[in-house]
């Protein structure tokens, strides 16, 4: 009896052991949008006109650091996408790109020379010099 009791409070030991692992796991492939990204997201798709619209944030080789950063605008989620709210916006990105993409944060900036969404990205260990391609 005493080892039935033992062997099912360790399995119900690597049960939530796992279970909090597959929860870091997913707050680790989180990404996140500043309020000023959410601002100027949501104010061009006001003047897209068109509903059901979300920010499509991806990742593809090429720039001069190895990969680059696309922004898109999408009405499709697809099945390997996952997506992210706030303030009524919503960003989807494609399961690979998230794996580059992991704790990174979606910033809008503006200043003397222009304004353009920029990633904040944990990931990168070199970018190029006007930030919109990175290596790994």
Known sequence: ML????????QLRAIMWKQERHQMEQMDQQIS???????????????????????????SGGGCSGFQ????????????????????VTAVIDETSLELLAGSEIDFV????????????PNAVSS?????SFAI
Do not use: H
Not at 113 to 121: A, D, E, P, R, T
Not at 128 to 132: K, T
């Open 110 to 121: 503006e200043d003397l020379i222009g304004s353009s969404f920029q990633i904040k990205n």
């Open 33 to 59: 949008l500043s309020d000023s990204a959410v601002k100027r997201v949501a104010w061009l798709l006001d003047q897209e006109d068109q509903s059901g619209l979300m920010l499509r944030v991806s990742v």
């Open 3 to 10: 080892r039935k009791i033992i062997w099912e409070s360790a």
């Open 69 to 88: 950063y696309g922004f898109s605008f999408d009405d499709a989620v697809n099945p390997d996408d996952r997506t992210f709210q706030k303030g009524g």
């Open 128 to 132: 190029c010099g006007c930030g919109s």
